[in-house]
């Protein structure tokens, strides 16, 4: 059983930035570690993730350019560093840990997904 714990939201002005972290209670591997969000009433939506093996890194349009995913191993700890915030991105990020192999996939389902934090809630003002 792994355990993840989000911080690092709050509130933000439009055009401002946020560093999510991801800690994970231990070391595991995870062919896939990603953030999701969700926003009052919507969908919970994919956002980011980092997979394994070559570290490779995936985005949703809506952040591309702007967001940017990584990973310190030696820590256990994921990163969502937010740049150029805008009020559409406000929601409730989760992290996320995936340790099954899905051949093919991008690890861009939630259902891909095995492991979940809690969330942390990003408000970002206009």
């Known amino acids: 059983q792994v355990q993840l714990e989000e911080s690092g939201g709050g509130l933000v002005q439009a055009g401002g930035s946020l560093r999510l972290s991801c800690a994970a209670s231990r070391r595991t591997f995870s062919y896939a570690m990603g953030w999701f969000r969700q926003a009052p009433g919507k969908e919970r939506q994919f956002v980011a993730n980092?997979?394994?093996?070559?570290?490779?890194?995936y985005y949703a349009d809506s952040v591309k350019g702007r967001f940017t995913i990584s990973r310190d191993n030696a820590k256990n700890t994921m990163y969502l560093q937010m740049n150029s915030l805008k009020p559409e991105d406000t929601a409730v990020y989760y992290c996320a840990a995936g340790v099954r192999y899905l051949s093919g996939s991008y690890y861009s389902d939630g259902n891909d997904y095995d492991y979940w934090g809690q969330g942390t809630q990003v408000t970002v003002s206009s």
């Open positions: 980092i997979r394994w093996p070559g570290g490779s890194t």
